[in-house]
């Protein structure tokens, strides 16, 4: 099973700030890394994958970057409604996993 | 509009089971893979099980398999989970998940609301 290791847990964030989240899987998933945003009472909402797809609807504000084994998803210029909880996810093999998640506070 | 929603939870006790189900509308269902998640309150998002779109691949977690059977009706535009031998770590929000695989690479695109499931005496 590939383990998949978010950092921070937890980040508090001005708005405008730019925010960085790191996936690290414990071996290498080329680039079958996505990321996810889920807000209170919400199903998760795909929102990343690595630089070379974007998906529709998605601000822009919101990037992915990495190939391997290390991982970033990058917020630009937060905004209030950005506050959720952050997973990343490997879809290269089975069984798929889960990074922990990362819980992003407005301040 | 892809739509999928999920019916069935509910509270069973230790040892029961619970079936699960999946309504699927606005593509057609037949050519998707689809996948279960679920998500322990105040917890984060496991992965349960993938079914093709022909059910001849399934897989489970490890935390599941034995006890979970994935299926699909097509001609129902439905999967379902079949859960037995419940446990009190089997309390969670069960999604129903579509894979999409564009190319090579595939992703988990739609999700449903969930629906909840407490195991509890």
């Known amino acids: 099973e590939i383990v998949l290791t978010q950092s921070p847990d937890f980040q508090s964030v001005t708005p405008k700030e730019n925010v960085t989240i790191t996936c690290r899987a414990s071996q290498s998933i080329g680039g079958s890394l996505y990321w996810y945003q889920q807000k209170p009472q919400q199903s998760p909402k795909l929102l990343s994958k690595?630089?070379?797809h974007s998906f529709s609807g998605v601000p822009s504000r919101f990037s992915g970057s990495g190939f391997g084994t290390d991982f970033t998803l990058t917020i630009n210029s937060l905004e209030a409604e950005d506050a959720a909880t952050y997973y990343c996810?490997?879809?290269?093999?089975?069984?798929?996993?889960f990074g922990q998640g990362t819980k992003v506070e407005i301040k | 509009e892809v739509l999928l929603v999920e019916s069935g939870g509910g509270l069973v006790q230790p040892g029961g089971s619970l079936r699960l189900s999946c309504a699927a509308s606005?593509?057609?269902?037949?050519?998707?893979?689809m996948n279960w998640v679920r998500q322990a309150p105040g917890k984060g998002l496991e992965w349960l099980s993938y079914i093709s779109t022909s059910s001849k691949t399934i897989y489970y977690a490890d935390s599941v398999k034995g006890r979970f059977t994935i299926s699909r009706d097509n001609a129902k535009n439905s999967v379902f989970l079949q859960m037995d031998s419940l446990r009190a770590e089997d309390t969670a929000l069960y999604y129903c998940?579509?894979?999409?695989?564009?190319?090579?690479?595939?992703?988990?695109?739609?999700w449903g609301q969930g629906t909840p499931v407490t195991v509890s005496s």
């Open positions: 996810h490997q879809s290269s093999s089975f069984p798929y996993t």
């Open positions: 606005g593509f057609t269902f037949s050519s998707y893979e």
């Open positions: 690595n630089a070379s």
């Open positions: 998940v579509r894979r999409f695989c564009p190319s090579t690479d595939c992703w988990l695109d739609h």
